[in-house]
């Protein structure tokens, strides 16, 4: 569903390499976690993997399709939640969900039938009428969740998307990454909340300064980390400093 051989991203400023040979491969059913300390390059990953940033060296398949020549076709089976809200705040959240819509050409009953459910799911069916501007940041951060998953994409993206939400929403939206995996999709997982990681992940990769550190499936865990939590697992490995962005 993800392969990314040997990815390499420099920053014109920089003689620093943001990522640096990255090879990983995330399979269809799985919830896999991407750690890593600040500026260890895990969001600039995402970026080259969503094709938000251009990439120095390597390349990208999203579901087969190569990310640098189908740049459109591979995007069809990406639902992205960033870090940083970006919506168009002058439109309602209904609105703002149809022109995603609209982008990904989703039928209007299928629309109609996933905006309901997941507006019920998330406690903003009263709320889609109001602007995007008048919203608080976690309602802002629900309706980022809402609009990618209206397309149902293969594969969904996710960069620290529990940030704002309430216990009752940040509970449907594990429900709901399970669900994707059940189905035989993708859930491509970053976070800083390690408990989460840990009780939901299939399988976890560690980034630091830009480098694969190490990466294992849950079933592993326990041997890799030597009777320990993932935390301390986490902090041991990447406790010779941060990352460099």
Do not use: W
């Not at 299928?110 to 799911?121: G, I, N």
């Not at 480098?211 to 865990?221: A, N």
């Amino acid at each position: 569903m993800i392969e990314i051989k040997n990815l390499t991203k420099c920053y014109a400023k920089s003689s620093v390499k943001a990522v640096e040979d990255l090879t990983l491969t995330v399979k269809e059913g799985e919830i896999y976690g991407f750690l890593g300390p600040n500026g260890a390059g895990k969001s600039t990953t995402i970026k080259c993997l969503t094709g938000i940033l251009p990439f120095t060296e390597g390349s990208i398949h999203i579901c087969g399709v190569n990310l640098k020549e189908c740049p459109v076709e591979a995007k069809t089976h990406i639902g992205f939640v960033p870090d940083e809200h970006v919506l168009y705040e002058s439109l309602t959240g209904f609105q703002y969900i149809e022109f995603i819509a609209d982008v990904f050409n989703v039928p209007v009953d299928k629309r109609k039938e996933l905006l309901e459910k997941y507006a019920a799911s998330f406690g903003m069916s009263d709320k889609l009428q109001d602007k995007i501007s008048s919203y608080s940041h976690g309602m802002k951060q629900k309706i980022s969740i809402i609009s990618a998953l209206i397309h149902e994409p293969d594969v969904l993206i996710l960069d620290e998307p529990m940030t704002g939400l309430d216990p009752k929403s940040s509970f449907e939206l594990k429900q709901i990454m399970k669900e994707y995996a059940e189905q035989g999709k993708t859930v491509f997982f970053s976070s800083h909340v390690l408990e989460v990681v840990e009780k939901i992940c299939t399988s976890i990769a560690i980034i630091n300064k830009g480098k694969l550190v190490t990466e294992f499936s849950i079933h592993e865990l326990q041997e890799k980390k030597a009777d320990t939590n993932l935390e301390e697992f986490f902090l041991k490995l990447t406790s010779d400093g941060e990352g460099n962005e």
